[in-house]
Structures are given as C-alpha cells and as structure tokens.
C-alpha cells in the first residue's frame, strides 16, 4: 500500500547559469590550447585537457537537468531523476581517462625534457586561474550529485593553474626542466582525487544502495515508536536522484489498530520519514499474523 501523503520531488537547482559557464569554458580552452603550444608547456596542455573535461561536465548537466524537467510517464514513472547520475558516473570515467592519458605523456616527458616558455606559462595560468575561480563562486557548493561534481572540477582546475603559475616561477628562476613533467603528475593525480566521491555516491545510487547518510536500525525504531505499529521487515531505502530519498518496507499493524483507519497509520509513518529527509515511501501494511517477505 503507497501513501496518499503528498511527496515532495525536488528536481535539483536552476541550470540558468550553466549556459554562461560552458560558453566561458569553450573560450578558455581555445586561449589554454594556443598558450600550452606557444609556450611548449605540458602542464598547459594538461590544464586544457582538464578543462575539456569540465565542458563535458557542464553540457551533459545542461542536458541532464532539461530532462529532469521532464513529467514521468507509464514507463519511466519515477521520471528521469537517475539522468543525472549517469551524467555525473561518466564525467568522472572520463575524466580518470585523461588523467591517466596525461601521466604516461608527463613520464615521457621526464625522460626527454622540452624546453618551456615560462613568461607566456605564466600569463597563461594566471588567466585561466581568474576565470576558474570566477567560474566557481557561481556554483558554490550543491547538494545536487551533477552541479557538485562541475563545481568540484572547476575548483580542481583552480588549483592546477594555481600549481602551473607557480610552476612556471621556478621553472623562470632554476630553469629546471622536469618542471612540467612534475606539475602534470601532480594535476592528473589532483584529477583522479576529485572524482573519487563522484564515482562512489553515482555508482551507490545505480546499484540502489542504502544512502551513506541513512541508517537502516535507527528507521526502524523510530517507525516502532509510532502508535500501531508492531513489527517491520523488508525495509529497503534507496536514493532515485540528488535529494530523492525512497524507502519501502512492510509494516505489522499491532492488535489494538486493526479496524482503524489505515491512512491515518499511514500519513504518521510518512511525517516520521519525512522529518528524516526520505520523501518517497512505500508500506505494505499486515494484519496479525499475516506476514509477507520480499525476495530480495
């Protein structure tokens, strides 16, 4: 039995700012592009494939959050909520892939140094560094899976323009030339770290985990303090999307309910949920010694 409870499906933030955004990233990728091969800076290219990395990001969450905005339908009747998520699993594949392509160029480039062009390095990341930075006070922090993961990318190609600035003043001083090789090691790993939380919470949502912030014992005692409720079992809660919480469970109904209404059981189990963020409830309600098990 579904709750008649209201429920509250929150199809994530406005994506107005993201067209400004992927337009600002296509014009510094070109200007980190002419800069990585007029200075002969690895580093440089690295930043560029980062931020390639980071139009991809941005146009799929443009493209994810259109479909969010999409009515459910018979056969897609929790709507296109997970086409974030998959946009979000990919972004951060991709993006182990160029880092990983980026590491085996830096340890090529360790053993056959090429002479850089510090000066232009420099100017070069101190642009991109601004415009980065900009970027990322736009979006701030979110709870939404996909705008958390393109605000985590710019923050990461901050920090890389920041590291390739400050490369290119030791590279002007000792002239060292494993300067860039180095720099770029430390991007591609910066790199791999930032997707790590992507590629875990996306792929906890396609296998339907539990989410990290739900404990499932602490449920189900606070569903044992509501009045007329015995037992519960087959409890199951999943996340469908960013801040879309389901849960389903089965629930005994004790001796002294039976006969009662059961929406009223029902929209008091719902308000406990609420209150705990899970928005989404299923309850299978049973009567005495009736008692139904799910196969998973």
């Not at 912030?213 to 303090?225: C, F, G, Q, R, Y």
């Not at 002294?256 to 299978?284: F, M, R, S, Y």
Request: aromatic letters at 8%; glycine letters at 6%; one cysteine or more.
């Amino acid at each position: 039995m579904s709750t008649d409870h209201p429920h509250a499906h929150h199809l994530g933030p406005n994506d107005s700012q993201l067209p400004l955004t992927f337009w600002v990233t296509m014009a510094l990728i070109v200007l980190l592009c002419l800069g990585a091969w007029w200075s002969r800076s690895l580093a440089l290219w690295a930043d560029a494939g980062h931020t390639m990395t980071d139009l991809a990001a941005i146009s799929l969450s443009w493209y994810a959050f259109r479909q969010l905005k999409r009515a459910p339908t018979e056969r897609m009747s929790f709507g296109y909520a997970r086409m974030e998520v998959l946009v979000a699993f990919f972004n951060g594949v991709l993006l182990i892939a160029v880092a990983l392509a980026l590491i085996v160029e830096a340890l090529q480039q360790w053993h056959h140094p090429v002479n850089t062009r510090s000066t232009l390095m420099m100017a070069t990341a101190a642009v991109a560094l601004a415009v980065y930075g900009g970027l990322a006070l736009r979006f701030h922090h979110h709870d939404n899976l996909n705008l958390f993961g393109t605000w985590l990318h710019l923050l990461s190609d901050a920090a890389s323009s920041m590291a390739v600035l400050l490369g290119g003043v030791i590279l002007a001083l000792t002239h060292w030339p494993v300067v860039n090789p180095v720099l770029t090691l430390l991007i591609a790993l910066a790199m791999i770290a930032s997707t790590w939380r992507i590629l875990k919470d996306g792929l906890g949502i396609l296998m339907e985990a539990t989410p990290p912030n739900v404990d499932p014992a602490s449920i189900t005692k606070i569903l044992s303090t509501v009045p007329g409720v015995e037992r519960i079992h087959d409890l199951h809660v999943w996340r469908i999307g960013s801040g879309q919480t389901a849960l389903a469970c089965h629930v005994g109904v004790t001796t002294g309910w039976q006969g009662k209404d059961p929406q009223v059981l029902l929209c008091q189990i719902h308000d406990a949920l609420e209150a705990l963020g899970i928005n989404h409830v299923t309850i299978q309600l049973e009567h005495g010694d009736e008692v139904h098990h799910e196969p998973w």
